[in-house]
C-alpha cells in the first residue's frame, strides 16, 4: 500500500520559514516525479512545484525565488523550504507523486496546513 505521510506544517509569521517533508512507503520513487501543491478554500488545487526522476524542477511564478523543491531517492523523501513566506501561501499543502505515463500510478497525501500571519 503506497502512503505519503507530510509534516513541518504549522503557523508562521510573515517573513517566516517553514520546511515541509514528505515520506514515501510502498513504492520507490526513484522514477517518479515528486510534488508539491496546496489548495485554500474554494479553490482548485494548484501546483507550487515539482522535481522529475530526471532532475528538472518547475516552480509556481509566486514561490520562485522564495522557496526550494528537494528529494532524496535513497529516503523516498521530497521536501519544501519555504522561505519569505506570505499570508497568501497560507494553504493546505500536499505532497503527489505521479508517473508522467503510467497515469494510474498517481498517489496524494493527507495534506498539512500552513498559516503565515501575525
Known amino acids: 500500500q503506497v502512503q505519503l505521510v507530510e509534516s513541518g506544517g504549522g503557523l508562521v509569521q510573515p517573513g517566516g520559514s517553514l520546511r515541509l517533508s514528505c515520506t514515501v512507503s510502498g513504492i520507490n520513487v526513484r522514477l517518479l516525479e515528486m510534488g508539491w501543491y496546496r489548495q485554500t478554500s474554494g479553490n482548485q488545487r494548484e501546483l507550487v512545484a515539482t522535481t522529475s526522476s530526471n532532475g528538472v524542477i518547475t516552480y509556481q511564478d509566486s514561490v520562485k525565488g522564495r522557496f526550494t523543491i528537494s528529494r532524496d531517492n535513497a529516503k523516498n523523501t521530497v521536501s519544501l523550504q519555504m522561505n519569505a513566506l506570505k499570508p497568501e501561501d497560507t494553504a493546505v499543502y500536499y505532497c503527489?507523486?505521479?508517473?508522467?505515463?503510467?497515469?494510474?500510478?498517481?498517489?496524494w497525501g493527507q495534506g498539512t496546513q500552513v498559516t503565515v500571519s501575525s
Open positions: 503527489n507523486i505521479k508517473n508522467a505515463i503510467i497515469t494510474r500510478v498517481n498517489y
